[in-house]
């Protein structure tokens, strides 16, 4: 199973980004679906996360601005980031608790890169 992140890039104050990530593999199931961020020096902190179902959380930094989501029939999960503040710049990391045959295991994406830079 891999997980493949993208739709980072460089954005102004105030601009946006879309992150897409997509599952791939020997999947049975995918259950949470979150995606993480870490600043240099800093621990990696959740941004926010979503179930099969469709329940949803956010960081308190995240709740207004981003929009989690996700597509089921792709195994892609989504984050839709508005409003972004210099203090976003991250490397955000998509993760996933799958269930590959008969058990389940956690997986992460690769990263990408988040800058929000004037």
């Known amino acids: 199973v891999q997980l493949q992140a993208s739709g980072g890039g460089l954005v102004r104050p105030g601009g946006s980004l879309r992150l897409s990530c997509v599952a791939s593999?020997?999947?049975?199931?995918?259950?949470?679906m979150e995606w993480y961020r870490q600043a240099p020096g800093n621990l990696r902190e959740l941004v926010a996360g979503?179930?099969?179902?469709?329940?949803?959380n956010y960081a308190n930094f995240a709740k207004g601005r981003f929009t989690i989501s996700r597509d089921n029939a792709k195994n892609t999960v989504y984050l839709q980031m508005n409003s972004l503040k210099v203090e976003d710049t991250a490397v955000y990391y998509c993760y996933a608790e799958v269930q590959n045959g008969i058990q389940w295991a956690d997986y992460w994406g690769q990263g990408t890169q988040v800058t929000v830079s004037s």
């Open positions: 979503i179930t099969f179902g469709g329940s949803t």
């Open positions: 593999g020997s999947i049975v199931s995918i259950s949470a």
